[in-house]
């Protein structure tokens, strides 16, 4: 008997709970396959706390009616026994026909009341999910990344009790519906918008610690940070579409811990007004700017160096070709002469350009004048 063979003797020896334990780590067309080994395994994949569905799998030619053609066999062979994780990744552009078939397997799914769904989902003709997903009483993470599909019409409800973290993507999202996502969350810890067109006014929520909005377009004259007491990490990363008077970041960040600002010069050059000098982060330990052009934005820099009393990490990404001339100018030295007595790290990383080095003398001397002394400056 070779090693192969002792090897396969072994695994055979395992009792079925522990098998089936190792499927759920396995996508479900992987997990199936595993019935062809021996009799024993002919359905112990139908056992598994795990449903992840992959159209990728299923190669180029002909794929969504074969994807399609397996969902339905597996729902066939399945009942409704818990799940831990469901998983659906379908990018289809035919026509209507196979839209009932995911329905169902997402219905099938949430009937099965699982902890952790992950929705992926590209569909031409759009899709619509159907409503019972957004009332899932057990869920605890959830990750939505639809295109139009789940909005096509707004849910006639939101429920989920359970959830702690929360991905959208690919959507617009106005006033109502992150209203009723926030009243319908009463737990969400975390929430993170990708790639969305932001038409509304305000996230007004006091139990979210941490947000992420990630490559987004700001559709709106006035945007908020509300009750946003809990807030601790703040990555934010997104652009305007025009000029937006009301921009109130900063006053929504009182106890933030951790913040990432990504945005475009408009949202980094904030007006005098948006700017609320009595505000003090004394929470404030790890900052992150980007992408900076101007001594414009060097404005915000150094309003975080005197607001910041407690802050030891400071990252400064600067944009394609800034203009180094105007980073370093003389009024620093005299109308905010502050200086700050200490911070660790100073992390400088420069977008490869021709004058990626005079950047970074320019930036080590301006920080020369605003900081006492910098731990370790670390250029990438």
């Known amino acids: ?32 396959r595993t019935c062809i ?32 053609r397996f969902i339905h066999g597996v729902l066939n062979r399945r009942d409704f026994s818990p799940l831990d994780k469901f998983k659906l990744t379908w990018w289809s552009y035919l026509n209507r026909s196979g839209h009932g078939i995911v329905e169902e397997c997402i219905s099938h799914a949430v009937a099965s009341m699982p902890r952790l769904i992950y929705i992926y989902i590209s569909s031409n003709p759009i899709f619509k999910l159907p409503d019972s997903l957004l009332n899932c009483g057990l869920v ?16 006639k409800s939101i429920n989920l009790p359970s959830l702690q973290k929360l991905e959208i993507g690919h959507i617009s999202i106005d006033d109502d519906l992150i209203k009723m996502f926030l009243l319908g969350c009463p737990v969400l810890e975390e ?43 703040a990555d934010l990363d997104f652009q305007i579409s025009y000029y937006n008077g009301e921009l109130n970041l900063l006053c929504g960040l009182p106890n933030v811990t951790s913040l990432r600002l990504y945005a475009t010069r408009d949202i ?30 060097w404005d915000l820099v150094v309003w975080f160096l005197q607001h910041s009393p407690n802050l030891k990490k400071l990252v400064l990404k600067f944009g394609y070709q800034p203009r180094v001339k105007t980073l370093c100018k003389k009024h620093y030295r005299e109308k905010n002469s502050f200086p700050r007595e200490f911070l660790e790290i100073v ?21 020369g004048v605003l900081l006492k002394t910098i731990g370790k400056i670390v250029i990438l």
């Open 347 to 367: 992390e400088i990383r420069v977008v490869e350009s021709r004058l990626k080095k005079e950047t970074e003398e320019m930036v080590v001397k301006t920080l």
């Open 268 to 297: 980094l050059r904030l007006p005098d007004k948006d700017i609320p000098n009595c505000l003090i982060l004394n929470n404030l330990k790890s900052l992150e700017l980007g992408e900076l052009q101007t001594m414009y934005d």
């Open 191 to 233: 929430l993170a918008l990708t790639d969305c067109r932001l038409m509304f006014k305000e996230i007004n929520s006091n139990v979210v610690k941490k947000l992420t909005i990630k490559k987004c377009s700001l559709c709106t004259r006035s945007f908020t940070l509300k009750n946003s007491s809990s807030l601790v990490t």
């Open 140 to 155: 605890k993470e959830m990750s939505l990344l639809t295109g139009y599909s789940l909005f096509k019409s707004k849910p």
């Open 1 to 32: 008997m070779d090693g192969r063979d002792l090897a396969i003797d072994r695994i055979s020896d395992m009792p079925d709970e522990l098998l089936t334990r190792i499927l759920s780590l396995l996508t479900t067309e992987e997990a199936v």
């Open 37 to 68: 080994l021996s009799k024993r395994w002919t359905d112990l994949w139908t056992s598994t706390d795990t449903l992840d569905f992959g159209s990728h799998e299923f190669g180029n030619s002909d794929c969504d009616k074969r994807f399609l």
